[in-house]
T-cell receptor
Framework: AQSVAQPEDQVNVAEGNPLTVKCTYSVSGNPYLFWYVQYPNRGLQFLLKYITGDNLVKGSYGFEAEFNKSQTSFHLKKPSALVSDSALYFC??????????????FGKGTHLIIQP | DVKVTQSSRYLVKRTGEKVFLECVQD?????MFWYRQDPGLGLRLIYF???????EKGDIPEGYSVSREKKERFSLILESASTNQTSMYLC???????????FGPGTRLTVL
């Protein structure tokens, strides 16, 4: 069975500082990893994904994530935080076991708060 | 602009009522999904469908059923609503396993 852990319920960062939101995963096959963001009273929006290739993945709004197979991690990063980045962030994984349209397994989410 | 729409943003029902949540996507996606979102638990998969009239159970299917009669529409049914089904329900669709999912705005269901 696959699982995702987001060890921090909340991350506080000052505006202009770099930010990191942590994610670790567990899968039996090859991991396919995603980050989503949810603004208040909104659905989830896709930020970026890792399928294969370069370990550093760039996504929307200046976010990037680094896939680390040995540490089974996929941390979300941004060099300079904006107040508008404040939201709820979800890491998710799909474990490709040979076919089908299995859904995503999500972490519990991390509240990111950017302080002016 | 691609879109997943859900029939209601807010819904209040009584215990024991039959509840229908509707989801429509305009992207011609094969795959559609229903999740519920609860604070501290993240999103959990209820059911998904990879084709018309096809359905698969997710992680928490108990107390729910689904219907997919047309490619663009995926319905979630609560046969007899209970208070522990009070939650935010999110519908999603995607174009294949390696593609990102597109989510609807969610339906916040309260069962009294």
């Amino acid at each position: 069975a696959q699982s995702v852990a987001q060890p921090e319920d909340q991350v506080n960062v000052a505006e202009g500082n770099p930010l990191t939101v942590k994610c670790t995963y567990s899968v039996s096959g090859n991991p396919y990893l995603f980050w989503y963001v949810q603004y208040p009273n909104r659905g989830l929006q896709f930020l970026l994904k890792y399928i294969t290739g370069d370990n550093l993945v760039k996504g929307s709004y200046g976010f990037e994530a680094e896939f680390n197979k040995s540490q089974t991690s996929f941390h979300l990063k941004k060099p300079s935080a904006l107040v508008s980045d404040s939201a709820l962030y979800f890491c998710a994984v799909r474990d490709y076991s040979g076919g089908g349209a299995d859904g995503l397994t999500f972490g519990k989410g991390t509240h990111l708060i950017i302080q002016p | 602009d691609v879109k997943v729409t859900q029939s209601s943003r807010y819904l209040v029902k009584r215990t024991g009522e039959k509840v229908f949540l509707e989801c429509v996507q305009d992207m011609d996606h094969e795959n559609m999904f229903w999740y519920r979102q609860d604070p501290g638990l993240g999103l959990r998969l209820i059911y998904f469908s990879y084709d018309v009239k096809m359905k698969e159970k997710g992680d928490i299917p108990e107390g729910y059923s689904v219907s997919r009669e047309k490619k663009e529409r995926f319905s979630l049914i609560l046969e007899s609503a209970s208070t522990n089904q009070t939650s935010m329900y999110l519908c999603a669709s995607d174009a294949g396993f390696f593609n990102e999912q597109f989510f609807g705005p969610g339906t916040r269901l309260t069962v009294l």
